[in-house]
Each structure stands twice: as C-alpha cells, then as structure tokens.
C-alpha cells in the first residue's frame, strides 16, 4: 500500500525518482507515475527484486550459506518489529478518509479481502485436516495462512480501471492487519474477552506514543532530532507489540492513524522521514523472510493449496468490487489483484514473534513465502495474457 500516494508530503523519493527516470518517466509527471511508484506494501515497482530478494534470503539463511545464522535472525528481531510497525505506520498514512468515494473503495476493499482470506482459509484447512494431517493446528493454520493471502499489490499499465484497482489494492490490507491483530492476541490469551481488550490496548497503547512523538517532533526545528524521535517513537510502537505479543502491524496502523489524523507540519515531516525509509525496511524484511523459511513437503504442498485459492479468491472478489463500484471489466480487476505484495509477507513475519508455538509460526512463513513467490509469478504470465 502506498503511505503517500498524493504528492503534499514534499519531494519524491530519491530513488523513486532514480527508477522513474530509467523509466523514461519523471516522479512529478503526473498521477500515474504517482500511483505507479509504490513500493511501501507492494513487493516492488516491478514483481523482479521482490523475487530476488526473498530467493537471496533463502540462499544466505541457515538452510542455504547462513551467513544470516540463527543467532545473527536473533539479534536481528528488534530491527524486524520496528519495520513491520513502520510499514504499518505507512497503511496509516494512506488512509485518507476525506476523499470522496474513499469510503465505499475501503468497503469494496475489505470486501474483496475478506473473500480471499475464507477461500484460501478453507483451502489450507480443508487440505490440512483431510490429507496432511501435520498437527499444527487446523484451525489457527487456516485463518493466519488466509488472513496473510489477503493483501495485493497492482503493477498494472495505466488505464481508466487503473486508478480504482490500484487504490483497492491500497486498502485490502486494513482488514487483515485489525482481524490479524486480534487473531494474534488470541493465540496468547485464548478465548474469551481477554484478546479484545488486549488488542485495544494495544492500540490504545500506540496511539498515545503516536500522540506524544507529533508533540515531540512538531516543536522539534532540527531534522536530525526530528528523525530521533520519529526512531524512537518506532521503537516504542514494536516495543509495545512485543511486550503485549500483539501484531507489530497493528500497533504501527494505530499510529499511522493518530499521525494522519492529527495532521500538521509534524505528520509531514514524519511522512517524509517515513518515505526515505521504506526502501532499507522492505529489503531487511524480505531478505529475514527469506532467511527464515523452512521448507519441507507439508509446507509445499499447502503452498499450492494457497496458490489455488489465492488467486481464485482474488479472481471472484474481484469480480464482486468490479460489479459493485460499477467499473466496466470487472474481471480485469480480479487479475490486477493478484500480485500479493509485502503486506502477507509482514504479517507472517509478525506470527513468527508472536506466535509461541514455533512449528506452526515456521509453517505459516513457509506456506507464504513459497505462496507468495508463485503468486507473482502467476501475476506475470496474466499480465502478459492481459497485455494486447
């Protein structure tokens, strides 16, 4: 999802703007380029180095060269949190609730999301209890490998459907991280009213660090003490997700909103800072990812059960939206949905800190990883199928 999609937080990405000029195109051209130049939940501005990064994550980990070693994926813990809750700092920002129509597309969004969670959710399960039989968990595999597939990432050639597919696929993160945020305190506290009130508190909790870190930053006139709070505020937002084994994601969506929704110079400055740090944080995720998969027949098989489901939940949700805002190729939607983008890869990760029980946390990276690296593969060959 991209956290600025609107050009009022200030210059475009220095490497953005490298990308875009290899491109022949200029960050400030004009809307396209805008929304084309996302890479904060998208895998990349093009499917390729996504895939390289996770393959090369593989390749140094403990199962290929380890030069990422158990130990070294240990240490390298706090720096994954603060990540996943700057990325979801960045769903925060890109919530703009004031546009017209936005309303409806996050509806619509959600919508689309929640087909493909129970799709891919039945799948896995189905797959799992009848023919597997792994013992990880039926139920828990099911619902964190669904809740993972739901995000989407466009790379699709501008078109008049573009602009609507695109901020779908902005959008269909939200619900996975709220539903993901309370499924993941769940795992911790069991039943009952315990996770709801954990996961409020967690939110509660992130939003007065938010709150205190706009106060800090907007009576702050250096950019370097700017840019120290703004870290340690980041810190503070993982820190809370660890302590509270809650979602890192969520606690990191809670502020992006207190931050969006407090707006001024401070959130501005905060984008900014934010912007020129998504690139290093994607590739550290993506590389860690990678790093830590494990892959056995299990996990490859379910990979391709979540394959299946995948895209055939992206194809029917997409299908429902396109119907449903009233866009004319209602199945081209359902296509540029298929690339999954960071956002599923995040919140696997988020299950392998929270989650206690390490073989089923291992499965579920597993299964999306693999899954994730298909379903852009597949995102390619019907992108080829679609282009005249």
Not at 67 to 79: F, G, Y
Request: with cysteine; net charge neutral; charged share 10%.
């Amino acid at each position: 999802m991209p956290p600025f999609p609107d050009q009022r937080f200030g210059d475009a990405d220095p490497l953005d703007t490298r990308l875009a000029a290899s491109h022949g195109q200029s960050a400030a051209a004009g809307p396209w380029w805008a929304l084309r130049s996302r890479l904060a939940l998208g895998m990349a501005l093009t499917p390729r180095p996504g895939l390289v990064l996770l393959t090369l994550g593989v390749a140094i980990g403990p199962a290929g060269l380890n030069v990422l070693s158990p130990s070294v994926l240990t240490n390298l813990d706090p720096i994954v949190s603060v990540a996943l809750a700057a990325l979801g700092v960045m769903v925060g920002f890109g919530l703009h609730t004031h546009r017209p129509g936005d309303g409806r597309l996050l509806a619509a969004a959600s919508l689309q999301a929640a087909v493909t969670v129970v799709m891919v959710a039945a799948g896995v399960w189905a797959l799992e209890l009848l023919w597997l039989r792994t013992g990880v968990g039926h139920w828990w595999l099911a619902a964190l490998v669904g809740l993972s597939a739901a995000a989407s990432s466009t790379a699709a050639q501008p078109s008049d459907d573009d602009t609507v597919a695109m901020r779908i696929s902005d959008l269909d993160d939200v619900l996975p991280i709220v539903l993901g945020g309370f499924v993941l305190t769940m795992l911790s506290s069991g039943p009952g009213w315990a996770p709801l009130l954990l996961t409020l508190a967690a939110g509660t909790m992130a939003a007065l660090v938010a709150v205190a870190g706009w106060l800090l930053i907007g009576r702050t006139a250096t950019e370097s003490e700017q840019r120290t709070f703004l870290a340690g505020a980041l810190l503070l937002i993982g820190g809370v997700a660890a302590y509270l084994s809650q979602s890192a994601l969520f606690t990191g969506l809670a502020a992006g909103i207190t931050w969006n929704l407090a707006g001024g110079e401070a959130r501005d400055r905060m984008a900014r800072d934010l912007r020129a740090l998504q690139h290093p944080l994607i590739v550290l995720l993506l590389i860690v990812a990678g790093a830590r998969v494990t892959l056995a027949v299990a996990a490859l098989t379910l990979a391709v059960a979540y394959l299946a489901c995948r895209v055939s939940g992206k194809l029917l949700g997409g299908w429902l939206v396109g119907r449903w805002v009233g866009r004319g190729a209602a199945s081209g939607l359902g296509v540029a949905l298929v690339s999954p983008g960071v956002a599923g890869i995040a919140f696997a990760m988020n299950v392998v800190q929270a989650d206690a029980d390490v073989a089923r946390a291992g499965m579920v990276l597993a299964i999306v990883v693999v899954g994730s690296l298909a379903s852009e593969l597949v995102s390619l060959a019907l992108g080829r199928t679609e282009a005249p």
